[in-house]
């Protein structure tokens, strides 16, 4: 593990991300009603965190209760208001009771963060099918039901003081591809032009549609990648460090609130600038890309 890696990943601890410096005022989100999916660890829990830091009334959800409880058990430790709803975003029928437990807990929902997913690095030409559907049907599919869903709920409940709702899905960078996981970077591509096209069709709702398209990124999923490819992360932009969870945390926040009220069917790419230079191979650099020793 890297010396870069290390330092950004110990800064993505819940205590870290409570205590960390933000731009934004305490009472940002004082009265709203904040969804995010995936909100257990990594970027969603940092995503959650930061609400709830904000002054937002928070629901978690994600498949792994424990890992939940622990995120909630923590904020409201600190004053604030935090529910879990264990929750399958791949399952239309978990989503709408998830969205039937919020309104009965709280009566509205303001902002969606859809950051729920999941992905394994391999060579895109030994994927088995079913690898490949899992992460399609979590990562496209999961996510559009989760936006279907948050559309159709505020349909249902229009802001009656004429406010606009706000759904960030949590993508990744298209531009340049992926190496390694093609099958994610496929499935965030489809939920990247969903958002640019329900952005128009939603907008009489009253509802922004964006997209945050992180790079390389500290967290706790850095087991899943071989060692020789993790050795090479800080070749994979031009700051030579990953990202941290807060920091695009930072960038969804500032798509949810009034900071991106003109901002719809937009992807926020925050990056380090690694889709201008840099190399990423997440299943470990071919030979065939190796430089002549």
């Not at 965030?188 to 922004?208: D, K, N």
Request: charged residues 20%; neutral net charge.
């Amino acid at each position: 593990m890297t010396h870069a890696y290390q330092a950004q990943l110990d800064a993505n601890s819940a205590e870290a991300i409570w205590n960390a410096d933000t731009v934004y005022r305490p009472d940002l989100f004082k009265g709203k009603v904040a969804l995010v999916s995936g909100g257990g660890s990594g970027i969603g829990r940092a995503v959650a965190l930061l609400f709830a830091r904000l002054g937002a009334n928070v629901v978690i959800c994600g498949r792994t209760p424990e890992k939940l409880d622990a995120v909630v058990d923590f904020a409201r430790a600190r004053g604030a208001t935090m529910l879990a709803v264990p929750t399958n975003v791949r399952e239309p029928e978990q989503v709408d009771a998830l969205f039937a437990r919020i309104h009965a807990e709280f009566g509205r929902l303001d902002c969606t963060v859809n950051n729920a997913g999941g992905q394994f690095p391999q060579n895109a030409i030994d994927y088995a099918p079913k690898g490949w559907a899992a992460v399609i049907n979590n990562n496209l599919n999961g996510s559009w039901y989760m936006m279907q869903r948050a559309a159709q709920y505020w349909r249902e409940h229009p802001a009656g003081d004429g406010a606009w709702r706000s759904i960030v899905n949590v993508v990744v960078v298209t531009e340049r591809g992926m190496p390694g996981v093609a099958h994610t970077v496929a499935a965030r591509a489809g939920i990247i032009g969903a958002s640019r096209t329900v952005a128009v069709e939603w907008a009489p709702l009253g509802i922004r549609v964006n997209c945050v398209a992180p790079g390389l990124t500290a967290t706790e999923g850095l087991e899943v990648y071989p060692p020789e490819a993790v050795k090479e992360f800080p070749l994979a932009n031009p700051l030579k460090r990953p990202g941290t969870a807060l920091e695009i945390a930072e960038g969804c926040i500032y798509l949810s609130a009034s900071s991106g009220s003109f901002i719809t069917g937009e992807v926020l790419t925050i990056d380090g600038g690694g889709k201008l230079w840099g190399e990423l191979w997440t299943a470990g650099r071919p030979d065939y890309y190796k430089l002549p020793t």
